[in-house]
Every structure is written in C-alpha cells, then in structure tokens.
C-alpha cells in the first residue's frame, strides 16, 4: 500500500530499464525475489530489512509495528489474520520516501509456518517495488493500477505467490490457473 497520491503512468518500461540508474535497486529486489523462488523466505526478508541499498536512492527503510506469535501452531483462519495485520504494518511513504515493514517473531519454542514467512516475504518484496515505482516514475508492467502494477510484476519475474497474497490484491484473473 501507499499512502499518496502518485499513480504510476503505463509504460513498457521493462526494456527502458535495462540501462536505468535503478537497476541496482531493481537488481536486488529482484535477487529477494530469487531467494524467493528458491523458498528462502527468511534470507529473503533479511535482505529486504537490509537499508544500505534503498539508501543510496534516497529511500529510507522504517521497522513498522510488530506481532509476535506466542503459542503454536496457529489455525489456517488466523494464518491469515497474522498476513493480514503485517501488510497493514507495511507501508511505502511516499512523502517520506520511506519503506515501513511490520516485523513478524515468535516467542522461544514457537514454530513459524513456511507459509508466513512466505507472505512476510512477498509483503517486503511489494512495499520496495512501490519504491521502484517511485524511483522510475511509471508503472514496472502495462498495468495503470499500482497495486495490480506489483503483482504482475512478480508473476512475471517467476516470484511465487502465496493465495493471501492473490486474493488480498485480486490478481486471480492474472493467472491462467487458479491457485490450490
Ligand atoms: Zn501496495
């Protein structure tokens, strides 16, 4: 989410890219987004808590409101409550030009779900591309709505996406197949 009213402008700016001085920021988002893939879900989100990179583009990154998971295991229901509550902890500010990431723990001896993890991931993944937004001025795919604009980006690039995150960004028609 976003709390400003930029709109990025559609634009097939993937190829324009290529030799944009964002690519490093680009890269390395995209380097997560690998670890990703690769169900590394945790390095995945310590690289995105990382500010070094974002800093040099004038992007800060801000620790959000946290949740911590006190007992185990946690019912299907309340998974997505937890997903819930971190995205709305996360935030790019636009004005601030600042990445808000609502961190997720658990207490000694509780287990955290892969599955959570995996949405915690693609959460990060999403508020650092509406700073590539931000950075290129445009939309990252043809898509006019910045929240879509994300989601086809990540299914683009290979990203797997979890349901919650699907159903939460209505990317269901996106997807040739419909997600288990
Ligand atoms: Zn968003």
Same mark, same amino acid.
Not at 34 to 60: T, W
Not at 114 to 125: K, N, Q, R
């Given at each position: ?5 930029? &709109? ?6 993937? &190829? ?7 690519? /490093?920021?680009?890269?390395? *988002? ?5 670890? #990703?893939? +690769?169900? /590394? ?7 995105? =808590? ?32 937890? /997903?819930? /509550? ?9 004005? =601030? ?15 955290? %779900? +892969?599955?959570?993890? @995996? ?13 590539? =937004? $931000? ?7 043809? =898509?006019?709505?910045?929240? !879509?604009?994300?989601? !086809?980006?990540?299914?683009? @690039?290979?990203? %797997?996406?979890? *349901? ?10 996106? $997807?040739? #197949?419909?997600? +288990?």
């Amino acid at each position: 989410m976003t709390d400003g009213p930029f &709109k990025p402008t559609p634009q097939s700016a993937a &190829k324009d890219r290529e030799k944009s001085p964002f690519s /490093r920021y680009e890269n390395y *988002v995209l380097s997560a987004g690998k670890m #990703v893939a +690769e169900g /590394r879900y945790q390095d995945a989100i310590r690289s995105l =808590q990382d500010p070094e990179i974002p800093r040099r583009f004038g992007i800060g990154i801000r620790e959000g409101r946290g949740l911590r998971l006190l007992s185990k295991p946690p019912s299907h229901e309340k998974l997505r409550g937890i /997903r819930t /509550r971190i995205a709305l902890s996360s935030w790019f500010h636009i004005e =601030q030009r600042e990445i808000e990431l609502g961190e997720l723990s658990a207490s000694p001896g509780v287990e955290v %779900p +892969e599955e959570l993890w @995996h949405d915690v991931a693609l959460i990060y993944l999403h508020e650092w591309l509406h700073g590539l =937004q $931000l950075l290129t001025g445009g939309s990252l795919t043809d =898509q006019a709505d910045d929240e !879509i604009d994300i989601g !086809i980006y990540l299914i683009n @690039h290979g990203i %797997p996406l979890t *349901v919650n995150y699907i159903e939460m960004d209505g990317l269901e028609k996106f $997807l040739d #197949v419909k997600p +288990e």
